[in-house]
């Protein structure tokens, strides 16, 4: 699914900080993450480290000293995913805009009272519920309102998963397909958010390298999960 990907510098942020999101144009999503996530100075030192740290490192980050980077950063990493799911979810990009908006307050309000070990899993399935909880409230509405059947939202099934989350749950499998260089680069890039040069930096290949098997592992992962996702 490709809706065009809108790349945005959130002022305030060091150079390279832009949140991904598969809408273009939408500035009242930007305003709004901007608004809850505006980072405190600092120096260019303690902008690498935080850059390089794991997501649970920025959670402690945010959670103990307040550094409200750091959840600019995870929102960076993950903010497209959770725009592509609740568009799955809803079948509207409005819907999703909106969903996605309330999705970001509901984590950083709630980001640190809960024991969390993966935030990627936990902002999936945060996302998920939330999304479920939409659908359900428009049937309740619409069964209030008298709505025939025809016109009634379609009953949400449990068991019939959109495809990004089944995607999602197939990836460890698909990733197991792909050559050792092509999966490690993939991991690196797009799962943990590091940056080329990192990427160089923690394999050893060179940048002409690493490019070259992001783009074949894209194509790869790509066909596999297609694959995975009709069988």
């Known amino acids: ?3 065009g990907l809108g790349t945005y510098q959130l002022p305030g942020f060091h ?12 500035n009242t999503l930007v305003g709004r993450i901007r608004s809850l996530c505006r980072p405190s100075r600092q120096s260019e030192t303690a902008r690498h480290i935080m850059d390089s740290a794991t997501d649970l490192e920025l959670v402690t980050a945010f959670c103990q000293k307040d550094e409200k980077r750091a959840l600019g950063i995870l929102y960076q990493r993950y903010g497209h995913l959770v725009v592509g ?7 509207d990009r409005e819907a999703a805009r909106d969903a996605t908006m309330d999705v970001f307050e509901k984590v950083t309000l709630k980001v640190c009272n809960q024991p969390i070990e993966s935030f990627r899993a936990w902002l999936f399935y945060t996302s ?7 659908l359900r409230k428009k049937i309740r509405e619409r069964e209030k309102a008298g709505k025939n059947s025809t016109d009634a939202v379609v009953e949400f099934d449990e068991g019939e998963r959109p495809l990004s989350e089944i995607r999602l ?25 590091l940056s080329y040069a990192q990427v160089c930096e923690q394999t050893g290949y060179d940048l002409k ?7 074949n592992g894209r194509r790869n992962l790509r066909i596999k999960l297609e694959k995975m996702a009709h069988e």
């Open 128 to 134: 998920r519920n939330y999304c479920i909880d939409l």
């Open 169 to 193: 749950a197939q990836l460890p499998g698909a990733l197991a397909a792909l050559s050792a260089e092509q999966a490690s680069c993939i991991r690196l890039f797009y799962l943990r958010g």
């Open 15 to 26: 150079k390279g900080d832009e949140i991904f999101f598969k809408f273009v144009g939408d």
């Open 209 to 215: 390298k690493v490019k070259s098997y992001l783009q």
């Open 85 to 91: 799911l609740c568009l799955d979810y809803l079948k």
């Open 1 to 3: 699914m490709n809706f």
